[in-house]
C-alpha cells in the first residue's frame, strides 16, 4: 500500500487541517487536500484502514485553492491554509468547529462566523526560532528537521529583519552549537523588542559584541537577553536569565492599559485581535461597580486589568511566579488597585478565592480545566463562567461537565486570532441562569 497513487475526492477535513478522502474501506488522510478536491494521492503510510497520503497530481482543484506567497509554506509545520483564500479559511474553520461541538459533541450550541484578524500577515508579536548546528529554522511539520527561511509572512519586517541579521552574525561567530532558541517579542503598542538567546552556556564566544551590534543597527531593541536551559526536553526556557542589554522587560499597550512583558510572560501574539477578544469577554461578562471577579490563568494580568475599571475588585490566579510578578507590576504601572494577584495553580486554595465571586474567567492552556476546578465553581454556585479557549477540543469537554453540573450555554464566539493556521479562539458564556438572561449584544 505504501507509495501507492490512487485517484480520489476530498470530502471533509480534520481539526488539523488534513482532507478527508475515502477510497473503499479505506480513510485517507490528505496534507493540504481541500473539499471537494479531486487528486492522485501517494500513500505515504497506511495501518489497517487509515493511511496518510500527499498530493502527487492535482486533477480537479477547489476555487478557493490560491498560490501561496510563502516559498517554504509546503515545507514548514506553521501555517496549514497558506494555500487557502483567506474567507474561505475562516468559514472552513468555523464549520469544523461547529461539527466539533454540535455532530461530535452534541451540545446543541450556536456557532457564530469567526471574526477576521485586523491583520492577516505581519500579526504575530512572538517569534521563536530552534537553533541547531544543521540550520535555523522552524521545524517540518511531525519531524526534527528543520526548514530555513528568508521571510515569514506572520511575522512582522522588523521580526524579519532582526532575525535575519541574527542568523548572520550567530553563523560568522560559530554560535549554532551553543544555542538552542532564538525568541524575538515585538510590541505592537510601543513598538519596542525583546532579543532572547536560549543558550547552553553563558560563556558564549563574542555575545558582548554581536549585542553591541544588535543594538546599534537596531534601535528599538529595548532588551537583550540570555536564558540558561539544561537537558534536552521539550521545555523550551530555563529558570536562570542574564539580561546583557537593557530591561528584563518591554512595554506594550492595549485599550488604554500599559503592561510589561517579560520572557517568559504569556501574551496573545495577535494585538489587535486581542482587544476584539477582550472586548467580547468584557460584554458577556456584563459586570457593574458591584461586580466581584476571579480570574484564573491570569497571566500577566492583561484581562483582570482590562476589565478592572468596570467591576468592583478582580482577583487572578496564575501558576508562573514571573507572570504573577508582571500582573503586579502592571497594575501598579497603571495605578489600577482593585486588581490583585495571587501564585497558585487554578485547582489549589480554589475555595478561598471563590468566596463572594459573581463571574469566574478562565483562560485555560490548551489541555482544558481540571475537572476540579470545574466542580469548585459549581459548588460554590457561580452565577456566570467565562469561558476563553485556544482549543475546541477541550472546549466541547468542559462544556459537557459544566452542561451536566446545571450550566447552560447559547453560543460560542470565535476569534481568527491565528490566520493561516487552522487554530481558532473561541468565548463562551456559561450560565446558573437563563443564558439568554445574561447576555448583552
Known amino acids: 500500500m505504501k507509495n501507492q497513487k490512487i485517484e480520489c475526492k476530498c470530502t471533509d477535513m480534520t481539526v488539523d487541517g488534513l482532507g478527508i478522502c475515502k477510497y473503499d474501506s479505506l480513510v485517507i488522510f490528505v ?41 517554504v509554506a509546503y515545507k514548514c509545520g506553521g501555517c496549514d491554509l497558506r494555500h487557502v483564500d483567506y474567507n474561505y479559511g475562516l468559514k472552513l ?18 456557532v457564530k462566523d469567526i471574526t477576521p484578524s ?13 537553533v541547531k548546528e544543521r540550520g535555523i529554522g522552524f521545524y517540518r511539520k511531525n519531524s526534527n528537521d528543520i526548514v530555513e527561511f528568508d521571510k515569514c509572512f506572520v511575522q512582522s519586517e522588523i521580526e524579519n529583519k532582526i532575525l535575519n541579521r541574527l542568523k548572520e552574525l550567530i553563523k560568522e561567530y560559530s554560535l549554532s552549537e551553543y544555542l538552542r532558541h532564538i525568541i524575538i517579542k515585538e510590541s505592537y503598542g510601543t513598538k519596542e523588542v525583546m532579543v532572547a538567546l536560549v543558550t547552553k552556556t553563558f560563556n558564549l564566544p563574542h555575545i558582548n559584541t554581536l549585542v553591541a551590534m544588535m543594538v546599534e543597527e537596531f534601535p528599538m531593541i529595548k532588551s537583550f537577553i540570555l536564558n540558561l536551559k539544561h537537558g534536552d526536553d521539550n521545555v523550551v526556557l530555563g529558570d536562570e536569565e542574564k539580561v546583557l ?26 494585538h489587535g485581535q486581542m482587544l476584539n477578544l477582550y472586548t467580547k469577554v ?22 483582570s486589568l482590562f476589565m478592572a475599571k468596570h467591576v468592583k475588585e478582580v482577583t487572578g490566579v496564575e501558576i508562573v511566579r514571573e507572570a504573577v510578578d508582571d500582573a503586579k507590576q502592571n497594575a501598579k504601572m497603571n495605578g489600577i488597585t482593585n486588581a490583585k494577584f495571587y501564585l497558585g495553580d487554578a485547582k489549589d486554595g480554589l475555595d478561598k478565592y471563590l468566596l463572594d465571586k459573581d463571574i469566574v474567567i478562565v483562560d485555560p492552556p490548551r489541555k482544558g480545566l481540571n475537572i476540579e476546578v470545574i466542580d469548585k465553581i459549581a459548588q460554590h454556585d457561580i452565577a456566570k463562567v467565562v469561558y476563553v479557549s485556544c ?51
Open 31 to 71: 496534507k493540504q487536500m481541500l473539499i471537494d478536491e479531486v487528486a492522485i494521492v501517494k500513500i505515504i503510510s497506511h495501518k489497517k484502514n487509515l493511511a496518510y497520503g500527499i498530493i502527487d497530481t492535482m486533477i480537479k482543484p477547489s476555487k478557493y485553492r490560491i498560490a501561496s506567497p510563502c516559498k
Open 93 to 110: 474553520k468555523r464549520d469544523i468547529l461547529d461539527s466539533t461541538m454540535n455532530k461530535m459533541a452534541k451540545l446543541d450550541v450556536k
Open 118 to 130: 485586523p491583520l492577516i500577515d505581519g500579526y504575530r508579536n512572538k517569534v521563536q526560532i530552534p
Open 245 to 270: 542589554y537593557g530591561s528584563s522587560y518591554i512595554i506594550d499597550s492595549f485599550g488604554g492599559i500599559e503592561v510589561a512583558i517579560s520572557l517568559k510572560s504569556f501574551y496573545q501574539v495577535n
Open 282 to 303: 468584557l460584554n458577556l461578562a456584563n459586570v457593574d461597580s458591584n461586580t466581584k471577579v476571579l480570574d484564573l490563568f491570569s497571566g500577566i494580568g492583561t484581562i
Open 391 to 441: 482549543n475546541p477540543a477541550t472546549l466541547a469537554r468542559d462544556l459537557q461537565i459544566f452542561k451536566e453540573k446545571g450550566y447552560s450555554f447559547d453560543t460560542i464566539y470565535p476569534y481568527d486570532m491565528f490566520p493561516h493556521t487552522m487554530h481558532v479562539e473561541t468565548v463562551c458564556l456559561l450560565s446558573r441562569l437563563k443564558t439568554k438572561e445574561h447576555i448583552l449584544e
